[in-house]
């Protein structure tokens, strides 16, 4: 028989990037300890909410608005983000466990409270977020999985696009930052058929970076290596089927 489920409990989806990579240090797997747990939305772990019962955002956030950053990597961007904005709340979503770490290390030298980390994968999260919870979100430097054969693997696909518009609400802004050419072809086709609306009106509105953004290492890493850095911004409006694409 074929296991349609995690030893966790949750489904069976397919997973392509890294859970973990180098040794951590002692310090980063102090933080896991010590800090993980409190800051972790527990209706998203299977083992605590195998139901799905949707998330109680309101008195996660004490009704704040909310954000959410989707594959914060080392987590620069997503601390500057909440330092900067101290009236909302900021839930970021990360399955590698040493991008967390690096991530813990971070809020406690910045001492920022408005926050909340999901260690897993983002589609865990969209299973009890309520809808029309989301008034901003962020995707920074995805994976670019630049092989053809593995665009299917990429966030910009249905499996991640129609459950990422259920949980915005109308007029909430999608915000990408990518410096693979491929990649901002695949996200101007996928994304508007999910329901979004690309926001730009002249050429500096994708070449040039928004007035908040924190240029993260991966951008660096980018620039050094010649790559052109693009800035697209979507709005959520049109239910899926009206945008022309029935799933």
Same mark, same amino acid.
């Given at each position: 028989?074929?296991?349609?489920?995690?030893?966790?409990?949750?489904?069976?989806?397919?997973?392509?990037?890294?859970?973990?990579?180098?040794?951590?240090?002692?310090?980063?797997?102090?933080?896991?300890?010590?800090?993980?747990?409190?800051?972790? *939305?527990?209706?998203?772990?299977?083992?605590?909410?195998?139901?799905?019962?949707?998330?109680?955002?309101?008195?996660?956030?004490?009704?704040?608005?909310?954000?959410?950053?989707?594959?914060?990597?080392?987590?620069?961007?997503? &601390?500057?983000?909440?330092?900067?904005?101290?009236?909302?709340?900021?839930? +970021?979503?990360?399955?590698?466990?040493?991008? &967390?770490?690096?991530?813990?290390?971070?809020?406690?030298?910045?001492?920022?409270?408005?926050?909340?980390?999901?260690?897993?994968?983002?589609?865990?999260?969209?299973?009890?977020?309520?809808?029309?919870?989301?008034?901003?979100?962020?995707?920074?430097?995805?994976?670019?999985?630049?092989?053809?054969?593995?665009?299917?693997?990429?966030?910009?696909? *249905?499996?991640?696009?129609?459950?990422?518009?259920?949980?915005?609400? *109308? +007029?909430?802004?999608?915000?990408?930052?990518?410096?693979?050419?491929?990649?901002?072809?695949?996200?101007?086709?996928?994304?508007?058929?999910? +329901?979004?609306?690309?926001?730009?009106?002249?050429?500096?509105?994708?070449?040039?970076?928004?007035?908040?953004?924190?240029?993260?290492?991966?951008?660096?890493?980018?620039?050094?290596?010649?790559?052109? *850095?693009?800035?697209?911004?979507?709005?959520?409006?049109?239910?899926?089927?009206?945008?022309?694409?029935?799933?």
């Amino acid at each position: 028989m074929t296991q349609d489920r995690h030893p966790s409990g949750a489904p069976w989806r397919n997973f392509y990037g890294r859970f973990k990579g180098k040794t951590m240090r002692d310090s980063q797997h102090r933080y896991l300890a010590e800090d993980l747990a409190a800051l972790s *939305p527990g209706a998203v772990d299977w083992d605590v909410n195998p139901d799905r019962t949707p998330l109680d955002v309101g008195q996660l956030f004490d009704g704040k608005e909310v954000w959410l950053e989707i594959g914060f990597g080392g987590g620069e961007h997503f &601390v500057h983000m909440a330092a900067a904005n101290p009236q909302i709340g900021l839930i +970021g979503c990360e399955p590698y466990i040493n991008g &967390v770490a690096m991530l813990l290390g971070k809020i406690r030298k910045a001492d920022v409270s408005n926050i909340a980390v999901h260690p897993g994968d983002a589609r865990d999260l969209f299973d009890v977020l309520p809808p029309q919870t989301l008034s901003k979100v962020f995707l920074n430097y995805p994976d670019p999985w630049p092989k053809k054969r593995h665009h299917r693997r990429r966030f910009v696909t *249905p499996d991640h696009l129609i459950p990422l518009h259920r949980v915005m609400k *109308p +007029g909430a802004e999608l915000r990408v930052a990518t410096d693979i050419k491929d990649y901002v072809r695949q996200t101007l086709e996928e994304v508007p058929k999910a +329901g979004f609306t690309w926001m730009a009106e002249q050429a500096t509105d994708w070449r040039s970076p928004w007035s908040d953004w924190l240029s993260t290492r991966y951008e660096q890493k980018a620039l050094r290596e010649g790559r052109t *850095p693009h800035y697209l911004t979507f709005r959520r409006d049109a239910e899926p089927e009206e945008a022309g694409q029935i799933f």
